[in-house]
């Protein structure tokens, strides 16, 4: 599965960190970096360019909009859709005003006094004086520039109706909201989720707009309930995963590994045995390989295989073409020279 997250308006790959953790044993995620598009347009292209094929696309704010531009620039490409804390309608009356000021203000005064003035409306309002949930967000927007802010104001200022296409929509859709957002409410939310059909509307609790980053954990459940992982909840995000030096092949990593197991399975037939040695390449396209997954079968990289969700059972197969011996393959999954493998694994002198 191949996720691209789109942030909003001054936001960075922060906003996502704790939903591409946790998505992280079950996808391929990126987060699109939108700081030099000055259109709607630009940033669905440029979120479009990060993968081939089939994407779920997760927006939150001016991120959702651009996740709607990419499901009307490219609905076949578009599998799934998330929009998150966000609006359809174009620039409303005296909206340019206000925008203008909050240009001025960081031309003149600088990202600093911007945040100090954009952020508290953004979040639940009993916690704009919550330090813990404010210092990361001030300091993300102070990463930014007031370029890149009065570009993207640009674009939110010139940004399509979109309420047109949200019939069109074929794709399942979650729209997700914080209860408590002040600046695109729920009701907002639920205009948008009756308009497309079959969509379904998730309220988060005691957050405003900045719900990834409010309430993560909520979020993250809900993303991963739609997509399909709900057991993924009760596992906590800080449990670990591995055995000391032997990965776990859980559901998670079976998941994961799809492609590449799939693709080593197939080498039991000798006509794929052939077409491997014909064109190792060719033939690891022909199951969708991802660039991170063709690398390490290329390189005959065991251990990186296994973190990929390789199963050493599966994989094991790609060895009948090119013999490898076990210790050598065993060797490379604990990350350790051959020699040391035979002497401090298997007592070997």
């Given at each position: 599965?191949?996720?691209?997250?789109?942030?909003?308006?001054?936001?960075?790959?922060?906003?996502?960190?704790?939903?591409?953790?946790?998505?992280?044993?079950?996808?391929?995620?990126?987060?699109?970096?939108?700081?030099?598009?000055?259109?709607?347009?630009?940033?669905?292209?440029?979120?479009?360019?990060?993968?081939?094929?089939?994407?779920?696309?997760?927006?939150?704010?001016?991120?959702?909009?651009?996740?709607?531009?990419?499901?009307?620039?490219?609905?076949?490409?578009?599998?799934?859709?998330?929009?998150?804390?966000?609006?359809?309608?174009?620039?409303?009356?005296?909206?340019?005003?206000?925008?203008?000021?909050?240009?001025?203000?960081?031309?003149?005064?600088?990202?600093?006094?911007?945040?100090?003035?954009?952020?508290?409306?953004?979040?639940?309002?009993?916690?704009?004086?919550?330090?813990?949930?404010?210092?990361?967000?001030?300091?993300?927007?102070?990463?930014?520039?007031?370029?890149?802010?009065?570009?993207?104001?640009?674009?939110?200022?010139?940004?399509?109706?979109?309420?047109?296409?949200?019939?069109?929509?074929?794709?399942?859709?979650?729209?997700?909201?914080?209860?408590?957002?002040?600046?695109?409410?729920?009701?907002?939310?639920?205009?948008?989720?009756?308009?497309?059909?079959?969509?379904?509307?998730?309220v988060i609790e005691d957050s405003g707009h900045m719900?990834?980053?409010?309430?993560?954990?909520?979020?993250?459940?809900?993303?991963?309930?739609?997509?399909?992982?709900?057991?993924?909840?009760?596992?906590?995000?800080?449990?670990?995963?591995?055995?000391?030096?032997?990965?776990?092949?859980?559901?998670?990593?079976?998941?994961?590994?799809?492609?590449?197991?799939?693709?080593?399975?197939?080498?039991?037939?000798?006509?794929?045995?052939?077409?491997?040695?014909?064109?190792?390449?060719?033939?690891?396209?022909?199951?969708?390989?991802?660039?991170?997954?063709?690398?390490?079968?290329?390189?005959?990289?065991?251990?990186?295989?296994?973190?990929?969700?390789?199963?050493?059972?599966?994989?094991?197969?790609?060895?009948?073409?090119?013999?490898?011996?076990?210790?050598?393959?065993?060797?490379?999954?604990?990350?350790?020279?051959?020699?040391?493998?035979?002497?401090?694994?298997?007592?070997?002198?």
């Amino acid at each position: 599965m191949q996720i691209v997250l789109l942030p909003g308006l001054l936001c960075d790959e922060s906003v996502f960190a704790h939903q591409v953790e946790a998505l992280r044993p079950y996808a391929n995620a990126v987060v699109a970096n939108l700081s030099e598009d000055d259109s709607i347009t630009g940033m669905a292209e440029r979120a479009l360019a990060l993968r081939d094929g089939p994407l779920v696309v997760i927006g939150h704010s001016m991120g959702a909009r651009a996740a709607l531009e990419m499901a009307r620039l490219a609905p076949q490409r578009v599998a799934r859709l998330v929009l998150m804390d966000t609006g359809a309608h174009p620039r409303r009356e005296g909206e340019e005003v206000k925008r203008q000021a909050l240009i001025d203000l960081a031309d003149r005064e600088g990202m600093a006094a911007l945040a100090e003035r954009w952020l508290p409306p953004m979040v639940h309002e009993d916690r704009v004086g919550d330090d813990a949930l404010m210092a990361p967000l001030r300091a993300m927007v102070m990463r930014a520039t007031p370029a890149q802010h009065a570009r993207q104001i640009r674009a939110l200022l010139n940004r399509p109706d979109a309420r047109p296409l949200l019939p069109a929509i074929e794709c399942p859709t979650l729209v997700m909201v914080g209860r408590q957002d002040r600046w695109s409410p729920l009701a907002q939310h639920e205009e948008i989720a009756a308009a497309i059909p079959d969509a379904t509307l998730v309220v988060i609790e005691d957050s405003g707009h900045m719900a990834p980053v409010e309430q993560p954990r909520a979020v993250t459940d809900a993303l991963l309930a739609w997509l399909g992982f709900p057991d993924a909840k009760d596992r906590p995000m800080d449990a670990p995963d591995r055995i000391p030096d032997i990965p776990l092949f859980d559901r998670q990593r079976q998941l994961k590994g799809y492609r590449l197991n799939k693709m080593a399975m197939g080498l039991a037939k000798p006509e794929n045995r052939d077409a491997f040695r014909a064109d190792e390449g060719a033939y690891l396209d022909r199951f969708g390989l991802t660039p991170e997954e063709k690398r390490a079968v290329m390189a005959r990289d065991w251990r990186e295989m296994v973190r990929l969700g390789g199963n050493v059972f599966f994989i094991l197969k790609i060895s009948a073409i090119d013999p490898a011996r076990m210790t050598e393959i065993g060797a490379h999954q604990a990350g350790m020279d051959h020699d040391a493998f035979l002497r401090e694994r298997l007592g070997k002198r």
